[in-house]
């Protein structure tokens, strides 16, 4: 078989798949099968009338229909303290802002979302859980983040994040949208071709670009 060129890849993180596989893999999400089950688009879907600028106790229990298989008491509660704050700084944020148009001013506001979780912190709430709450009030701008994400992004040989576990949070989060924000750039063509195979409701193109990575990081991770 004839090596692929450069071209022919999609990029998420330290991670490459071959473009082919990448919009199937896409395509089985948005479009499963009879009898299978994904996020999408349950997840979209969910509180469809939502207030984008504010949390309210609904809006905590997203994360369950991105697969969070548990979020304890203690974390619902000390979510349900942060809501305020969360709120204030939702409201800093355009609505319709994306991504892929950031500048440091942007990547430092999605720093002031993790931020919640440096000090103190919030017991039993990571920035996966927090990501997923938080995407769908900024669809273009949050991203989603799991272990699928965290191995294209940080832990895959040749991540652009280094490790670091004295990292706070909040710097985490800047760098984690600025690589994010590149690979949103330089392949926003292919991942406006994602967004078309959504039948309803539409995502993103940093909702699709999250759909290569699940697929790839948990292929990647498993070998």
Known sequence: MDELSADEFVYVGALRVPRGEALAAAHAYLNPA?????????????QPHHDPDQLDDADLLAP???????LSLQAYYGLRGKCGELGV?????????RLEDAGDDGLNALGSMFA???????????????????HRKRPGFIPLYDD????????????PIPRDSKRAWAEFGVLLGKAIRH???????????ICA??????ITPLRALDI???????RSSRR
């Not at 700084?89 to 802002?97: C, H």
């Open 212 to 218: 290569v990575a699940w697929h790839a990081g948990r």
């Open 148 to 159: 699928n994400v965290r191995h294209c992004y940080r832990d895959a040989a040749g991540a």
């Open 64 to 70: 369950v229909l991105l697969n969070v298989n548990r």
């Open 116 to 134: 919640v979780l440096d000090g103190d912190g919030l017991p039993g709430v990571g920035g996966s859980i927090l990501a997923k709450i938080l």
């Open 197 to 202: 195979y959504a039948p309803g409701p539409a």
């Open 34 to 46: 009879a009898g299978v089950h994904f996020a999408y688009p349950a997840y979209e879907a969910y």
């Open 183 to 193: 690979d949103l750039e330089i392949q926003l063509e292919t991942w406006r071709e």
């Open 89 to 97: 700084l939702l409201r800093k944020i355009s609505r319709d802002a």
